[in-house]
């Protein structure tokens, strides 16, 4: 498969690449965008046992020398602890601002490379090497960094534009299923507002077209923040950020439960927002564009099912009847019900409170 270069007009503007065997290439692309120079790969350590050192050696063989700094995976590693023990490593490495970094990993290690890149000697380059498919749909591109406070998710943080973002295909082989869903929702997030095009391409063989998937996706994310990146004006704010906030109130309350899932993406606070106004009969065939068009009357249905299908029955183990195309199905008591074998739409007489 060839690979799909998309260009964003952001910042100084940077190449975001889509294909096979991008990590084994990377030290030559490298090369070409920033020339080499000292590189630290910051990455954690699941990651690092996948896919550091063919990092490595690639940009080893290219020309840069390359140090390397790994943390423990996942979001408890996402604070200022974490970004303060990344800056000491760069000045014991004794980096220098014609050098830069490299963020191997997911969406947690994007934000702390990233954060790190722009504080270390008031800003250094870096590189977005995403290894999920959350991370190539969303973090990688557009500048937003940030680490978790006490206070709250993303409270500290910068935006700063990558020199350039590599989504090697090959690594998603090696997602579990769930973190694979979680990229393709937040994809569906994407489709609901950028168009038709992306959304009928998820209704298909998504498995079978991820970088057509991560290619629209970028594009629709690198004309939004072309308007302004640093910061995003507050107009387009809630495109970016649509269901956050359900979201991470939803997580809130799951941790609460003392149960160990990750409900924080943004898809799955899309679904409320659907089913919401679906519920109140505020959604029809036209009032929904760019997805909506005037024969599509089963737009809300269609949104509503997808996101159902990827997010809501994988996190709150949900038996949904029909798949995707059936969304609805216990209707306003929708988390309610850990399964359910009856169609009941919004108004069930079965499962009314």
């Known amino acids: 498969m060839d690979t799909l270069t998309i260009d964003i007009d952001a910042g100084t503007g940077y190449e975001v690449m889509v294909g096979p065997e991008l990590l084994q290439r990377c030290g ?12 630290a790969v910051i990455t954690d350590e699941t990651v690092e046992k996948l896919y550091l050192d063919p990092v490595v050696r690639s940009l080893t063989g ?12 996942g979001e408890g590693s996402k604070n200022i602890g974490t970004l303060s023990a990344i800056l000491e490593f760069l000045a014991e490495e004794g980096l220098t601002r014609s050098d830069c970094l ?40 557009g500048g937003k960094t940030a680490v978790n406070l006490r206070g709250g998710k993303n409270m500290a943080g910068l935006f700063l534009q990558p020199a350039a973002v590599l989504c090697d295909t090959g690594c998603l082989a090696t997602l579990p299923p769930p ?7 937040e994809a569906i997030k994407t489709g609901i507002l950028s168009g038709e095009e992306l959304f009928s391409l ?97 737009v809300g249905q269609r949104i509503a099912g997808k996101l159902a299908e990827l997010v809501v029955g994988k996190i709150f183990n949900l038996k949904l009847v029909g798949g995707a195309g059936q969304a609805g199905h216990c209707g306003r008591d929708f988390y309610r019900h850990r399964q359910c074998g009856h169609q009941c739409g919004f108004n069930c007489a079965k499962h009314s409170p």
């Not at 290219?62 to 995976?73: D, E, Q, Y």
């Not at 973190?179 to 929702?185: E, S």
């Open 179 to 185: 973190v694979l869903a979680d990229g393709l929702a």
């Open 202 to 298: 998820l209704e298909g063989d998504a498995a079978g077209r991820l970088s057509e998937i991560i290619a629209l996706s970028v594009r629709f994310k690198g004309d939004i923040v072309k308007a302004d990146d640093a910061p995003i004006p507050r107009h387009v704010q809630p495109f970016i950020a649509a269901g956050q906030q359900n979201a991470h109130s939803s997580a809130v309350v799951v941790a609460e439960q003392g149960r160990d899932i990750r409900p924080d993406q943004a898809p799955g606070g899309v679904l409320p927002c659907v089913h919401i106004p679906m519920g109140l009969g505020h959604i029809g065939g036209h009032n929904l564009d760019p997805v909506a068009s005037e024969n599509d009357t089963g």
């Open 28 to 39: 030559d692309i490298a090369a070409r965008l920033v020339g080499p120079r000292r590189v």
């Open 102 to 141: 490299a963020a191997l990993g997911g969406g947690v290690v994007g934000d702390l490379a990233g954060f790190a890149a722009g504080c270390y000697l008031r800003g250094i380059r870096y590189l977005q090497l995403p290894t999920t498919l959350l991370a190539a749909v969303d973090s990688s591109v």
């Open 62 to 73: 290219a020309g840069f020398r390359v140090c390397t700094f790994s943390f423990p995976a």
